[in-house]
């Protein structure tokens, strides 16, 4: 059971190009979400799914796409990277209850120059 | 949704008990109160849950006052590893079979010093 599972770990981009942000869980959770965090600061929701081709946006969705083709894919896409993306992006899954726990990825440190 | 406020830091000495505040006073009744922590450079983990009664496990005790509208996360012997910042969060489970909807929000949480 490895979790939630984030690739890759570390990417440095150059403005303008594009990547997608892989995210896995094992859990077969209904929900993922995807979340940024700026240096001292919170979670910032992006984008979350309830289920297999549904998605919805966060707080900070512009300059990013999602997809929910299985449960246990969600991948974000950046189409065109500027540096006020960068960030560290976070993945998590959980359950439909509200009294279970959310699990989280390791993290994708990315920085866009 | 329902917010929170939590305190921005708050300082212990390792080996003492930390009581960390959060207030919800619009918190609903399906409303579940969850604490998660991020370590440094780690993603948030999970800590601990309750609805309406005081709750332990093995990294921590809940307590829910009587209106619910605020609550305290207990470490009962800080640690230098509990140096972390510490989440607040309401799940709201008005769904059917307590099920909640797909935003999970999180503020800005309390970053815990413990000192040695």
């Known amino acids: 059971n490895a979790g939630v599972t984030q690739t890759p770990k570390f990417q440095v981009l150059k403005t303008g190009q594009s990547m997608t942000l892989q995210c896995a869980q094992d859990m077969n959770h209904e929900y993922m979400s995807w979340y940024r965090q700026d240096p001292g600061m919170g979670l910032r929701l992006i984008h979350y799914?309830?289920?297999?081709?549904?998605?919805d946006q966060g707080e900070v969705p512009n300059g990013y796409n999602v997809s929910r083709s299985t449960t246990e894919d969600f991948p974000l896409r950046l189409l065109s990277a500027a540096p006020s993306q960068t960030s560290v992006y976070f993945c998590?899954?959980?359950?439909?209850?509200?009294?279970?726990?959310?699990?989280f990825g390791q993290g994708t440190r990315l920085t866009v120059v | 949704d329902a917010k929170t406020t939590q305190p921005n830091s708050m300082e212990s000495n390792e080996e003492e008990p930390v009581h960390l505040p959060c207030n919800h006073s619009t918190i609903s009744g399906t409303d579940y109160i969850h604490w998660y922590r991020q370590l440094p450079s780690q993603g948030p983990e999970y800590v601990i849950h309750g609805l309406t009664s005081n709750v332990n496990n093995r990294m921590a005790s809940l307590a829910i006052a009587e209106d619910r509208k605020s609550s305290t996360l207990i470490l009962h012997r800080a640690t230098l590893r509990d140096a972390a910042v510490y989440y607040c969060?309401?799940?709201?489970?008005?769904?059917?079979?307590?099920?909640?909807?797909?935003?999970?929000?999180f503020g800005q949480g309390t970053i815990l010093t413990v000192h040695p």
């Open positions: 998590a899954s959980r359950t439909r209850h509200a009294n279970t726990e959310a699990f």
């Open positions: 969060i309401l799940r709201d489970g008005r769904g059917a079979g307590g099920t909640s909807y797909g935003k999970l929000t």
């Open positions: 799914s309830v289920g297999a081709g549904i998605t």
